[in-house]
């Protein structure tokens, strides 16, 4: 019984000290962020106190880039990419799932090419591409690529929940007179949970890139929060309190969506991963 | 039964949209860009068929072999480094969670945070935090008593690679945590209590019965680490800039193709010898995953019957 104690203490003790390392960093640069400059030198591992507070950080952000348009940006890139990459790929993985024809094996391998294979290999390739159908500097060029990025682990996972969906239910529809459209209606809110995993691992990769922005869309109207951040943390290098201001405010979405879907991501890292 | 004929419409339907789009802006621009590898500038400024030479360029003519070997070089140690410190301690936590002691689910969140944001963001945040002039890292050294070996680690030719593969590590950590604690969970309990109540101790459970029982994993840790690492580039390109500083000492496979097919100030862009870049970086993430499937997997299966 002693020993088990000492091994639940020793356990505690190893993942509480991971547990700051993992975190520290992140919670100084928020904390600094919101003292003045003095402070942020003087005292870095103060708390801001009402002598030291200041927002000046906040304020050069506002005044001299366009934070609310980057993260527009990223917003429309990343919604308008999930919703293509949830509604093709649940299409595709309905008809792998539930058909037998020629080339189903085929496709579904041609499919989960893209898992392994990085598309940034293609990148020259693409941006011959986008440059052809005029898509650099639009969101609609980013949208596409990322959906394309996401489809093979979708339509895989997607694939391997869809089979596990009762034939009989599918049967039953079809007797009725139910269209094979009709079906896979039917059978997408079975499948909720997988979709929700697929959301959450697609989601961050798209909203934390910054290969594709700076590439096909670095212009300023096209900047996603990603691209904008680097490109002010790069001009504004030695202003502290607005490096730490950018920084804030670029970990802040990334958590948020964190903390609604870590039950997805968990979901959905691991269903990606047995094979 | 094979059906035999045309493909029903429907099928064709619900396929269409993912084949399309992922063939068009993935296979089709990755194939492309392998054709490009095998091609260069003609002399009246057209594109001319040149077989593999461009590679024999790169791997032998002084002015790209240099930066190429390097990066090569500096990449190999990246992965070296984070299979050494990343996958061990995502190992060491994963065994801990799983012991199901109270308030895990909390330090698992905790842990996993770091791997969700850009990295873009990490490398600035520890850009700072290692920065001189703001001495964060000099205080928190001093206190742990290391103070006379603290140093502006990503300035130094010496240690630039190095800190930056352990911010790397620092940030990704959390995967093979949540891939290993995901397959301790489904070891059955009974096993491990069996073993428990035989006597045997918590390290020797782990090694001979939890650990080969996650070897599937291990394995998949291994080839994800390589596809991701082999395909690096935002935290040295945050951090360091695309010409991966100090005197190339950082650069990768992933900052060197940039430059090659991007251009960067007095070097022009060169979409032909990037889509080599490019190709010589698919074989070699190829070559892993196939090591990987028809070696490692295959053998586990093997054992599992």
């Known amino acids: 019984m002693q020993s088990r104690f000492w091994s639940t203490v020793s356990t505690h003790a190893v993942l509480l000290a991971y547990s700051v390392i993992a975190l520290y960093p992140v919670l100084l640069t928020i904390i600094n962020s919101f003292k003045d400059r003095l402070a942020i030198f003087g005292s870095p591992f103060a708390f801001p106190s009402p002598d030291t507070f200041t927002l000046d950080g906040y304020q050069t952000l506002g005044s001299s880039a366009h934070f609310e348009l980057y993260f527009l940006n990223s917003f429309v890139v990343t919604a308008s990419s999930l919703v293509l990459i949830l509604i093709v790929s649940s299409m595709a993985a309905f008809a792998l799932a539930e058909y037998k024809f020629r080339f189903n094996l085929l496709t579904a391998l041609y499919l989960s090419i893209g898992i392994m294979v990085p598309i940034r290999l293609g990148t020259v390739g693409i941006l011959r591409l986008t440059v052809d159908l005029h898509l650099v500097n639009t969101l609609w060029g980013l949208i596409l690529i990322y959906t394309a990025q996401g489809i093979p682990l979708a339509v895989f996972i997607l694939t391997t929940f869809m089979r596990q969906v009762p034939k009989d239910l599918k049967d039953a529809a079809r007797i009725d007179g139910a269209s094979e459209y009709r079906i896979y209606l039917l059978i997408l809110p079975l499948v909720r949970p997988a979709l929700g995993s697929v959301l959450a691992i697609s989601m961050l990769p798209i909203w934390n890139d910054l290969w594709f922005p700076l590439i096909l869309a670095p212009g300023e109207a096209t900047k996603t929060l990603i691209l904008g951040a680097q490109t002010f943390l790069g001009e504004f290098v030695n202003d502290y309190n607005a490096v730490l201001a950018a920084l804030t405010l670029a970990i802040l979405p990334p958590v948020f969506l964190y903390m609604i879907f870590a039950r997805q991501l968990i979901r959905g890292i691991t269903a990606g991963a047995v094979k | ?305």
């Open chain 2, 1 to 305: 039964m094979r059906k035999r004929g045309p493909i029903p419409i429907h099928i064709l339907v619900f396929l269409g949209p993912a084949v399309l789009i992922y063939t068009a802006f993935m296979i089709y621009p990755l194939c492309d860009s392998l054709w490009l590898s095998l091609n260069n500038k003609g002399i009246n400024g057209g594109q001319i068929f040149v077989g593999i030479q461009n590679y024999l360029t790169l791997f032998s003519q002084e002015q790209w072999s240099r930066p190429f070997w390097n990066a090569l070089r500096n990449n190999v140690l990246f992965f070296v480094i984070h299979m050494a410190a990343q996958n061990p301690v995502g190992l060491l936590l994963a065994a801990l969670l799983a012991r199901r002691i109270r308030g895990s689910s909390i330090y698992r969140t905790i842990i996993f945070t770091p791997t969700i944001l850009s990295v873009v963001i990490v490398g600035f945040i520890w850009k700072l935090i290692l920065n001189p002039a703001w001495g964060i890292s000099r205080t928190l050294m001093t206190i742990v008593g290391l103070g006379n070996l603290d140093a502006p680690w990503l300035g130094l030719e010496s240690t630039a690679l190095v800190t930056l593969s352990l911010i790397s590590v620092w940030q990704n950590v959390g995967i093979p945590m949540m891939l290993f604690l995901a397959a301790l969970i489904r070891i059955p309990d009974d096993l491990v209590e069996a073993a428990r109540v035989d006597g045997a101790s918590g390290w020797k459970i782990f090694w001979r019965i939890q650990f080969p029982l996650i070897l599937p994993t291990v394995g998949l840790v291994a080839v994800l680490t390589f596809v991701g690492n082999f395909n690096a580039f935002e935290l040295i390109y945050a951090t360091q800039g695309a010409l991966a500083g100090p005197n190339f000492a950082s650069d990768i496979l992933g900052t060197f193709f940039f430059r090659t097919f991007f251009g960067y100030q007095l070097q022009p862009a060169d979409p032909f010898m990037g889509s080599t870049v490019a190709g010589v970086m698919l074989i070699i993430i190829l070559i892993g995953v196939l090591i990987y499937s028809f070696g490692w997997q295959r053998r586990q299966q093997q054992i599992q019957f």
